[in-house]
């Protein structure tokens, strides 16, 4: 039976889900699946850079095609720009097909759609999807954590809303009889509610947003949002400031060490307004945060690429996994509690407010304003034909 939180979602089904945070534990599952394809594989990702982590993972899909399996990789033009055009066409002669998305030209000054979401799709039955990309920054090393990350090992049904996914953004205009595409019946159904949300504004999809401004207004207990960049639009925090007045607990899980550290001073922007309603803030000061999930009641969860900011919603290519099952989330909650307690801490609010004097207060507001114009100014000059 459908609550409040699941009853306007179309939901499809998966047999088996396997939470996957960044380091070993993740490039050891993407691994696993590519060496155990027979047929098909998709890898869509906005960073493929051409590392430790990087070749091992190319290296895989070299194999994979000598085993007769049909590769197709697609990177972010401005994301993977550190693969060079000889890496690219060394996999082209190993026989995987590949291309960059949207390259950039600046003569024009336009730049197309950014590639931002991270899927894997075997044989159609098996995916991975997330927010990490294929770099060894997020697998890390024996002196060196991670950046923490998450994604989702997913298998049953949804996987086939993936793979057409992949194949729209491969070939958008065709499919060419040179793709190899595998059709399933639908014999198995699963035992977990699960939909695959897309956001592409140029596209007029923006299905995650969306979502997750239900699940806060049908909040009944707690809420949970993890986002490395987070500067949400004023209509989001309304909804949490009601959501919070409700009697909601909110925690957000922010950054504290800091890849980007004006994006980091732009979400501090906000933090008087969250301690204002009584919200939880907690952040990672020795590992750099770059993952997206938010939890509602323990009931839903979504796990993706998706930030809550300006370049999120309006200029690149989103997809997240949302699955409505209690276990799913209890058993996420479990894994993301061993991993707080070894590196959030929680802002006291108190001593956060008393060092924000009037040049800080102005810090957070450069910030802040620089960032948002420059996001502005990415959705201006993005071409809505890329």
């Known amino acids: 039976m459908k609550n409040n939180l699941t009853r306007k979602i179309r939901y499809n089904k998966a047999s088996d889900l396997r939470f996957l945070q960044s ?142 996914l992949c194949e729209r953004m491969y070939y958008p205009d065709r499919l060419p009889g040179s793709v190899k595409r595998i059709k399933k019946p639908i014999t198995d159904t699963g035992q977990y509610e699960t939909c695959v949300v897309h956001s592409d504004w140029f596209r007029r999809k923006n299905k995650i947003n969306y979502h997750f401004k239900q699940a806060i207004r049908h909040a009944e207990k707690d809420i949970v949002i993890i986002c490395s960049y987070f500067i949400p639009s004023f209509r989001l925090i309304v909804l949490l400031k009601k959501a919070s007045q409700r009697g909601i607990n909110i925690k957000l899980y922010l950054q504290g060490k800091s890849d980007v550290p004006v994006a980091r001073d732009a979400t501090r922007f906000f933090y008087r ?48 996994i949302q699955i409505a099952n209690n276990e799913f989330c209890n058993t996420v909650r479990n894994e993301l509690e061993n991993t707080f307690e070894k590196y959030a801490e929680p802002v006291p609010e108190e001593e956060f407010l008393q060092k924000l004097k009037s040049l800080q207060r102005l810090r957070l507001w450069a910030s802040y304003t620089a ?16």
């Open 273 to 320: 307004i969250f301690f204002k309603h009584q919200m939880k803030i907690f952040e990672f000061p020795e590992r750099i945060l770059h993952g997206k999930l938010w939890m509602v009641d323990d009931k839903i969860i979504c796990i993706g690429s998706y930030n809550f900011n300006h370049l999120s919603e309006y200029t690149s290519i989103e997809t997240n």
């Open 23 to 164: 380091g070993e534990e993740y490039f050891s599952a993407l691994l696993g699946i590519i060496q155990n394809a027979k047929k098909l594989i998709y890898l869509q990702v906005y960073t493929l850079d051409p590392d430790n982590t990087g070749n091992m993972i190319m290296n895989a899909l070299k194999e994979a095609v000598q085993k007769n399996v049909k590769v197709y990789v697609l990177v972010d033009a401005y994301g993977s720009k550190a693969l060079t055009k000889k890496q690219m066409r060394e996999m082209q002669e190993a026989g995987i097909h590949c291309r960059r998305f949207s390259p950039i030209v600046l003569l024009k000054f336009r730049a197309g759609r950014r590639l931002h979401h991270k899927i894997t799709v075997v044989d159609g039955n098996t995916a991975i999807i997330g927010g990490i990309n294929i770099s060894d920054k997020y697998r890390g090393d024996d002196t060196t954590l991670p950046w923490l990350d998450f994604g989702v090992q997913v298998s049953g049904p949804v996987v086939m809303d993936l793979q057409k």
């Open 371 to 386: 960032t948002t114009i420059l996001m502005k100014l990415a959705f201006t000059f993005t071409s809505k034909s890329s």
